[in-house]
């Protein structure tokens, strides 16, 4: 096995890792009762998170010393204004994409939101085609449909958890679910066209993955101030920045910003498509350590 071969097949595991706890994370969090965070200053700070991380492997590249991170640094994003800039595409088609499943939490019950989010296997798969030209088989275009299919089923909830629900979705009205589920269609969108839009810029330049997050870092932490104060700006302004903090949030988010760097490595040495897989696949294990040991999951099948 080569050592691209390697790194692919660490870091498509790690995905899996990282994904699955994540998941997990935020459910056991959810269970706590505290005051809650914001998840506006999450995404900041975990794209904070992820732009430190990386100035420090560009560190370690650059022999420690930090004479040569500074040069770096200044060639690769102060000198490339314009290369630099090609991130900001991805990084606010993200920001949107946050926003847009924010607002489609809020009209649809989670069923629905589940369902119709696991498009972005299929999106994804799209982009892959116009964008980078990849041609996909058959049976392969077969296996995405059948995994949408499958995920999709998985993650819908038991007849007792819809009915629960049924009652607070009886008030929301027909337009608000309309916009609800044509907020997640759109985020489906973006997510498939931001993903394949950063793979083409990874695979086709030789700048490395680490400056390449940097540059992620700076717009997505300027997007996310800007979505921040447009949002919470009172929230932020009565109660603080880091209000509802713990522990356990803190880990969320630095698993966050940990994953948006093994993301990157997926797509340098795979593809969006094996990216998809691997979330899908979290999801699956996710549901199944919920069932027999958080006890928070009951499958509908």
């Not at 560190?59 to 930090?66: C, G, P, T, Y």
């Not at 007849?159 to 629900?165: F, G, L, N, P, V």
């Amino acid at each position: 096995m080569s050592k691209k071969d390697n790194r692919k097949w660490i870091s498509l595991i790690a995905l899996v890792l990282q994904t699955t706890s994540l998941v997990l994370l935020l459910r056991y969090s959810k269970t706590i009762k505290t005051e809650q965070y914001l998840s506006s200053t999450a995404i900041v700070t975990a794209e904070i998170i992820k732009g430190l991380i990386c100035i420090v492997l560009v560190w370690l590249e650059s022999d420690r010393s930090m004479n040569r991170l500074f040069r770096v640094i200044k060639q690769e994003i102060y000198a490339k204004p314009y290369d630099t800039s090609k991130l900001a595409i991805p990084s606010g088609l993200y920001a949107i994409q946050n926003n847009l499943l924010f607002i489609a939490l809020s009209y649809l019950n989670a069923a629905t939101y589940q369902v119709t989010y696991q498009l972005k296997i299929l999106t994804t798969a799209l982009c892959s085609v116009v964008i980078r030209k990849k041609i996909i088989e058959k049976h392969q275009w077969f296996s995405l449909f059948i995994l949408t299919i499958g995920v999709a089923f998985v993650t819908w909830p038991s007849s007792d958890e819809i009915h629960k629900r049924s009652t607070a979705q009886s008030q929301a009205t027909w337009l608000q679910q309309l916009m609800g589920f044509g907020a997640v269609l759109i985020a489906s969108f973006t997510s498939g066209f931001a993903g394949v839009y950063y793979e083409e810029i990874l695979k086709t330049e030789s700048t490395s993955i680490w400056i390449r997050n940097i540059q992620l870092a700076l717009f997505g932490t300027l997007f996310g101030l800007t979505i921040m104060f447009c949002l919470d700006y009172e929230a932020v302004m009565d109660k603080g920045f880091f209000q509802g903090y713990s522990t356990i949030v803190w880990i969320i988010v630095l698993i966050q910003a940990i994953g948006g760097l093994i993301i990157g490595i997926v797509i340098k040495y795979s593809d969006n498509i094996i990216k998809c897989f691997a979330t899908s696949l979290s999801i699956l294990f996710s549901s199944v350590i919920s069932y027999f040991l958080l006890h928070d999951f009951i499958p509908s099948l």
